[in-house]
C-alpha cells in the first residue's frame, strides 16, 4: 500500500528590501529548510545568492505589465506543491503583508487547509528611508506616516484631502509612473509647493540613490535624474534630515531648509 505523504507547509518570507544582511534569522532558516523556493521580482540578486543551490528556486515576480504567473494559479500552484508534501519557502521583497498580496496567498492556503507561517520582513518605507537618512517620524517634522499603494483598485479610492492634510510623512509605494497624479492631487488639496520630497530608488542596495525636490517639481525631477523602478516617494518635512544624517546620498542640494527657517 502507497503510503501518502504529509501535506507540507509554506512560509511566505519578507526579505526585506534588498541588502541580504536585512534578512531576519527565521527568513534565513525558513529559506535554508526549503525543498522549493518561489521567489518574487523584488527579491535581490544578492539574497538570491544566498538560496542553497541544491534547493529548486523559481521566479514566479510580478514586474510591472510582466506578470510571469497570475496570482489565481500562483496560489493554486502553492496548495498543490503543499498538498504533494513540499514545504515551501515563498520569498517576497520587502514585507509580505505591506502591498505584497501575501495576505491573497495565506487565505487560499488556510482555506485548502495547509499550515502557513509569516515571516514578516522589513519593508520598503522602513529599510530605505533608513539607508537615505530620513526618519518616519521626527519630533516637530512627522507625528505620523502613512504608507500608500499608487496601484490601488482604482484612482478614486485615495482620500486626497485627509492625505493633503494629515501632517504625517507620506511614502507612496509603487509611484514612479502616477509622480505627476500624486504631485496633482496633493497641490489641488492645499499641500504646501515647497513640500520637501525624496525619491529614494534601488533603496538600501549598493546602487541606492536619494534625490530630492520639492513637492511642485516631483514629477520633473523622475526625468531630470532618469529615476527608475523600484523607488518609493516620500514626502514631508522629514526628508531635510538626510542632509544632515546621510549627505553622501544627497544627489540634490536642498535650497529651501525649513528646518533652519
Ligand atoms: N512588500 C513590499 C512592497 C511591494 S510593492 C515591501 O514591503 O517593501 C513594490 C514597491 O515597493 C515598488 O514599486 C517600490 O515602490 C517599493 N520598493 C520595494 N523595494 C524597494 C527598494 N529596494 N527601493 C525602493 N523602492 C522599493
Known sequence: MQVKKPTGK????????GDPDLLTVKAIRAIETADLILFDHLVSEEIRDLFPPTVPAFYVGKKKGQHSIAQKDLNSLLVKKALAGKNICRVKGGDPYV???GGEEALALTQAGITVEVVPGITAASGCTAYAGIPLTHRGLAQGCTFITAHGETEADLNWNALANVRHTLVFYMGLSKASWIQNSLLEHGMPRRTPVAFIENGCRADQRVMQGHLYELAE????Y???SPALIVVGDVVTLAAQLQPEFIHSQFSDRRLSA
Open 226 to 228: 532618469g529615476i527608475e
Open 99 to 101: 502591498f505584497g498580496r
Open 10 to 17: 509554506v512560509s511566505i518570507v519578507g526579505a526585506g528590501p
Open 221 to 224: 525631477l523622475v526625468d531630470r
